[in-house]
């Protein structure tokens, strides 16, 4: 869960402490230097946390502080609570619009905020929900068409819908629902997947729209060097060592990556030990 939105345990029984007209206040910005660095506080003596390559867009909270260094300003990035001076951000007159993914596989939803508040039903994992507001640790959610309240440890937050490296657990557990999905040519839905239909799907789920085609998603997001890849990137294969990208699959960790295979559907294959994703392994990008 982010810091940022987690309340501390002393305040988390006050009901109405943190509400939607708080979540209003964040934006939209965009790096505007090439190099950005991110502190862990509101000065250039505070530590860098992170740099960011220009045009890079965070979720810039509404708070900021004015010192000798000028204005700072809080922002999310990455999952971590972060200070970027003011000089290097753009900020956009849109408001970023705060949506959650359920992260547990059976999550009750609740006409209060409360464990004795009655059951209105239940959210799956990878269902995206509106969050309107936050109560102690409880969001405010949209549920059939009226209000209901969702524990906060089950869902993981994005803005705008762009993803955070800190949502990655919830892409990978919303991937690994389709295991054993058939392999279907065009496929788009979980009725059966191709391989480019699977990852779109995935990740829409997270905010993130990907092209239609492997090769055309190998054109979005940033290269990853050979062997640094992390958790929710996407590694791009030819065929029998054709030309050109023919085959897409989600990044799981330990070589391992998951993807609809025109054999097996949705299943794991190892990137470091199969001999033939070896041979036939071209790029990788990460994109958030």
């Not at 995206?128 to 409880?138: K, L, R």
């Not at 890849?229 to 294969?237: R, T, V």
């Not at 060592?241 to 294959?269: A, C, D, K, L, M």
Request: hydrophobic share 35%; proline share 4%; charged share 10%.
């Amino acid at each position: 869960m982010n810091p940022f939105i987690k309340l501390a345990a002393s305040t988390a029984a006050i009901i109405g402490v943190f509400t939607s007209s708080a979540l209003a206040n964040y934006s939209v910005g965009t790096a505007t230097g090439s190099n950005v660095n991110l502190r862990s506080g509101a000065g250039t003596d505070q530590p860098i946390v992170a740099t960011v390559p220009l045009n890079t867009q965070i979720t810039v909270m509404g708070n900021n502080s004015a010192n000798g260094d000028g204005t700072w300003l809080q922002a999310q990035y990455d999952g971590q609570v972060v200070w970027v001076s003011g000089m290097y951000v753009s900020l956009s007159p849109e408001k970023a619009t705060l949506t959650g993914l359920v992260t547990g596989s059976s999550v009750n939803v609740r006409s209060g905020a409360g464990t004795d508040q009655a059951i209105l039903g239940q959210q799956t994992r990878g269902d995206n929900v509106a969050i309107h507001g936050q109560f102690g640790p409880w969001y405010q959610i949209t549920y059939r068409d009226g209000i209901g309240y969702i524990h906060s440890d089950y869902v993981s937050l994005s803005y705008n819908g762009l993803p955070s490296r800190g949502n990655t657990g919830a892409l990978i557990g919303f991937a690994e629902r389709f295991l054993g999905t058939p392999y279907i040519y065009g496929g788009t839905t979980p009725r059966g997947f191709d391989c480019s239909g699977y990852t779109q799907y995935v990740f829409r789920q997270m905010g993130y729209e990907l092209n239609r085609t492997a090769a055309a998603q190998s054109t979005q997001g940033t290269p990853v060097a050979y062997g640094e890849w992390q958790p929710g990137d996407l590694l791009f294969f030819r065929y029998y060592g054709g030309p050109g990208i023919n085959h897409v699959g989600i990044y799981v960790g330990n070589g391992v990556f998951i993807h609809s295979s025109s054999s097996s559907g949705v299943r794991y294959n190892n990137v470091l030990s199969d001999n033939y994703y070896i041979n036939n392994y071209v790029t990788a990008r990460r994109y958030f």
